[in-house]
Each structure stands twice: as C-alpha cells, then as structure tokens.
C-alpha cells in the first residue's frame, strides 16, 4: 500500500512532502482521483516489473486484488463507477507481450468489485511514442489526441474507472480523461497498480521476485 503516513494530493495521489503537489502543476488534470494499489519503489516496483517485463500473467490475481483493496479503502460504496475500462495498449507492446497488462487487471476488477467492464471503451487514433525517459511536459504533448472515446451506454454524466499500470506524470491519464470527458463522463478517475514517487526519496531497490 502506498506510504500512509506522507501526507497525498486529493487529485493525483503524489505525496506532498513540501506542501504542494509535482504532478498536477500549475492547472487542475481532467480527471478527478487517483486510487493506488502501492507506491512504484522496492518490491512494488519489482513486483509490477516481473508483470509488464517478464510477462508474467500470473501475477494479474494478485496484483488486482491489491487494487481492489485499495479502492474499497478509498471509498468505492459512495463512488461506485458506471465502466471500469483499461488504457488501450500500444501494438508493439501488445506484440511484445501477448497480453495487455491493464486490461487484464481491469478485468478481473470487475470481477471483484461489479461495475461493468468495457475493453474497447478507450482506443488509440493512433499509437503514440513511448513515454519512457520523457519529463511530464513533453510526455503531455506527445499524448494530446492518441485517444478517443466510444459511445457506451452510461457514458453520458457518467462515472469512469480507467485502469493503468503505473503512473508517473499523469500524462496517459491526463489525455484518456480528457477523451471520456469530451464524450460526455462526468466523473473520471485513476485506477492504478502503482504511483511513481520522487526517486531521490526511495527506499533501496529490493530483489527481484521470483
């Protein structure tokens, strides 16, 4: 679970260590709350590795548990979405792996906590530069248009869980909810496996999982 005792920001979920938040900036992001399963640093970062990296698709049940845990602790009961639906892998990711990683977990979230599950909800117009190595600016930039929205039935004032892996700028998040927004939701918020925290402020990196 993430660091409890580092105060968050109520919109994007980065600790607040010196009062004001580095990943929202200067303008509020479109979309409302982000929920996380565990902070990305030690074991969580090594767990979410052997996942995405290693491929391992075993580790879905486990990982959606903990995100599942996550969002009943943050309130699901009140908020409860209308569509849980994941961030549209890349093709050559998709390739690469064989599997999407937050679809999968995406799905067995719907599983476990009853909105409906919708795959196709969010699709990329086009596939987009991989963020790796971008600072949060250029990472914007390069995502601004990759996504669109179909209609589903709900959609319109709705609320919308998006899945994703890890979060680091926001900046994927960012031009997803801007897409669900355009198409009418009224609610949007972030469902990740992990939230990437300042680097100079992480614990020593663990062993890898076997």
Known sequence: MPDAARPRCPRCAHPLDEGRCPGCGPAAPAYDRVVAA???TGLGRDLIHDYKIRCRLSLAGLLADQLARAVRE?????????WIVPVPAR?????RRGFSPPAEVARL?????????????????????????????????????VFACDVM???????????????????TLQAVALALKEAGAAHVEGWVLARAVDRRREPPRGRVLQ
Do not use: C, M
Request: glycine share 14%; charged share 35%; no cysteine.
């Open 38 to 40: 565990f902070d990305y």
């Open 109 to 145: 979230l719907a599983r476990r906590l009853g909105p409906r599950y919708r795959l196709d909800g969010v699709r990329r117009v086009r596939e987009g530069d991989r963020q790796v190595g971008r600072d949060r600016a250029l990472r914007l930039r390069a995502q601004a248009g």
């Open 91 to 95: 093709r050559a990711a998709l390739l």
């Open 74 to 82: 943050a309130g699901l009961r009140a908020d409860t979405p209308d």
């Open 153 to 171: 039935d709900g959609l319109s004032g709705g609320r919308i869980a998006v899945v994703d892996d890890v979060l680091t700028t926001g900046a």
